[in-house]
């Protein structure tokens, strides 16, 4: 019985492998660029590969010793006895007969490997994988027991409702990386705290997006792909399926969402937004908002739709399928199961033989696709060849496009493995009057690293950089992160480094100096556009750098804008717009306002960076300075609700304060 059995799950591992990889090549082959039918064709393949031994029919291993049928000589009656299964036995007087073929599982699995060991491999892999799943589910637990309900629903959140037709419990996580959904008969939406960052229109489509999910009972289904995979473990073409089917799945969600909020720009631009924060190994088994890998594939489907013809639909699926019941019929013909034979005494007359032939079943070759940024990336890297003179340096450009660096196998080698790490290379780039970069220079970072960064800043896009309304040619920093496998086995000079890097900065900032109104207009230029998540990400430092070089109508417009985007609690933009509307009130000469200010601003929430470096205390400051230390103390005592691990320093500086003293704030005056 355990030989038999080796020799069907051999079988069976063959008749999935062939099946599958067939099935999940196609796609690519009649190029089908259509979510809902790929979704559909996918999961159809993935239960025809489990359903394989339902659908066949076994093999029955005739008798060894059985009689002679009627008619039929003995000699003959042997010799068909042991046919089935790959086996001739012939009278010692017969010539040997020429040996039949029989599975290439069939030797296989007399092996001791297969006999003894492969069962275990099976069920270890198993195992692992459901574990990864249990795994992922406790990680989804721990989410939703410390996540926060949102409450009161933003009118964004309530206009997505609307619009599917669907209802949810959303709640703020600080721990999830990105929206994700869960659950079937009580739905719980995750949003990650940036969420509050987000423009109204984007909060909508991002909302639109999980609760569409919801609608679809998407997270039994991802659930049970998961355990589909757990059991087909061993197969390749199924992990690569497995990944098709979530990026079929969100595709197919975008479209909807996009179709049913009508505002594709926020969307894309919550998608770029969410792609930036931290990331996380993905263990979590549910509908994830992005995964990074996905992101090119679903941007390129937003911004370019793809339409097919229902007749072409129908032809390429037609093909395909007749395609992979041809697979199917091979893969059962080549690699049989073959059922629990019964076992008869042999006549001793008859002596056995065994001639094995193994049968040589080619996998089919995936054709190469070539990517098309490889293609679009020839012309940006002939314009980053073209040198130019700097006439200017800007340290804080953001750049319009940014592709993601890639550790060089050749540095595999220079990092342990213990877990994955993050090491970074910091640059000054030259951009060019067009945008390109047109050469770089690696200031800081590993070595074996500097000039892979090189070679990924050469593809950044920029806005130009403006002086007496023309495009010059510019200096910047910028900083490329690699993912790495660990630590560096030769950790770097970072310190020296660092300090090099600083010093060379500040040469340059002597070499062309900037007066307060330039750094505003070249923030203006590079940031202040309509829309979008750039700009929205800026708006502190836009305010604060308006503030500085004296704008102050500038000012109180975007300290009002942050206000305004934010009504719904995001932590950043509470403090800092109620921060800078207080500075503008005292340079007016309105105290009591600005007390009102500093209140308020207090009253934020927190943000990673407020509850990290605490707060900023320039306002706090000048007012001190003009004797109102009740508002202070006050701001103070507010401060300990996002700031407590560091309520000592706020303790410190409430005594100094009521011993009429101005505390030494350091750098939370610049923070």
Same mark, same amino acid.
């Given at each position: ?145 410390? &996540? $926060? ?7 964004? @959140? ?89 990026? &079929? ?73 007749? @395609? ?44 190469? $696709? ?82 892979? &960064? ?139 306002? &600005? ?77």
């Amino acid at each position: 019985m355990l030989d038999i059995s080796a020799a069907n799950l051999l079988s069976w591992m063959a008749q999935a492998l062939v099946v599958a990889s067939v099935g999940s090549i196609l796609p690519v082959v009649f190029r089908i660029r259509h979510p809902r039918t790929q979704l559909l064709y996918s999961h159809a393949l993935l239960l025809a590969c489990l359903l394989l031994p339902i659908g066949e029919a076994w093999h029955p291993a005739t008798p060894i010793g059985a009689p002679a049928a009627k008619g039929q000589p003995p000699e003959s009656a042997a010799l068909s006895e042991s046919a089935a299964n790959g086996v001739v036995t012939r009278p010692p007087s017969l010539a040997p007969p020429v040996p039949l073929p029989r599975p290439a599982t069939s030797f296989l699995a007399t092996t001791f490997l297969a006999r003894r060991v492969l069962p275990w491999i099976l069920a270890a892999g198993f195992l692992g994988r459901l574990l990864w799943l249990l795994a992922g589910l406790w990680r989804i637990r721990t989410y939703r027991i410390a &996540a $926060t309900p949102l409450y009161p629903l933003p009118e964004s @959140i309530q206009a997505a409702a609307a619009l599917t037709g669907t209802d949810a419990l959303f709640c703020v996580s600080s721990d999830a990386p990105g929206p994700v959904t869960m659950g079937l008969l009580c739905p719980v939406v995750l949003l990650p705290e940036s969420i509050a960052e987000l423009g109204d229109e984007a909060q909508c489509g991002v909302a639109c997006h999980e609760l569409l999910h919801v609608r679809r009972g998407d997270w039994l289904i991802a659930l049970l792909e998961e355990l589909a995979g757990a059991l087909l473990w061993f197969n390749p073409a199924v992990w690569w399926l497995l990944a098709e089917m979530r990026l &079929a799945r969100e595709e197919l969600v975008d479209a909807e969402a996009v179709r049913l909020t009508a505002a594709r720009e926020p969307y894309i631009d919550a998608l770029l937004a969410i792609a930036r924060g931290r990331r996380i190994l993905d263990l979590a088994p549910a509908p994830l908002f992005l995964r990074r890998r996905h992101l090119t594939h679903r941007m390129h489907l937003l911004l370019k739709e793809v339409s097919m013809s229902k007749l072409r639909l129908l032809c390429s699926y037609g093909s395909m399928t007749a @395609i992979v019941a041809f697979a199917g019929w091979f893969a059962l013909a080549s690699f049989p199961l073959t059922a629990r034979p019964q076992v008869k005494p042999a006549p001793a007359s008859l002596a056995m033989a065994a001639a094995p032939v193994a049968l040589a079943v080619a996998a089919p070759e995936v054709p190469a $696709t070539p990517a098309p940024d490889a293609v679009e990336s020839a012309p940006a890297a002939a314009a980053a060849t073209t040198p130019c003179e700097p006439q200017a340096y800007v340290p804080d450009l953001r750049p319009l496009f940014q592709p993601q660096a890639a550790l060089p196998e050749s540095a595999f080698s220079q990092f342990g493995e213990e877990r994955v790490g993050y090491e970074s290379v910091t640059m000054l780039v030259t951009v060019g009057p067009q945008g390109s970069v047109t050469g770089a220079e690696a200031l800081s970072g590993i070595e074996i690293l500097r000039q892979p &960064a090189v070679d990924a800043v050469l593809h950044f896009k920029y806005r130009p950089v403006m002086r007496n309304g023309q495009p010059v040619c510019a200096l910047t920093v910028a900083t490329t992160v690699f993912q790495t496998p660990g630590k560096p086995l030769t950790p770097p000079d970072s310190a020296n480094q660092f300090a090099a890097a600083m010093k060379r900065q500040r040469e340059l900032e002597s070499q062309w100096p900037r007066s307060p109104q330039q750094v505003l207009a070249d923030m203006q230029q590079d940031l202040d556009v309509a829309g979008g998540s750039r700009r929205q990400f800026a708006l502190p430092a836009l305010a604060k750098t308006a503030l500085a070089a004296g704008a102050l109508d500038q000012a109180v417009v975007y300290a009002k804008d942050m206000l305004d985007r934010d009504s719904g609690g995001g932590g950043d933009a509470i403090f800092y717009g109620n921060m800078v509307l207080g500075q503008v009130a005292l340079r007016n000469g309105d105290v009591a306002a &600005a007390k009102q200010y500093l209140i308020a601003s207090g009253k934020t929430p927190g943000s990673p960076v407020l509850d990290s470096f605490g707060p900023n205390m320039s306002l706090a400051k000048e007012l001190l300075d003009r004797g109102e230390r009740d508002a202070v103390l006050e701001f103070f005592s507010l401060c300990r609700v996002f700031w407590a691990n560091h309520a000592q320093i706020l303790d410190s500086w409430s005594e100094t304060v009521r011993r009429e003293h101005l505390p030494d704030f350091g750098a939370n005056l610049r923070y």
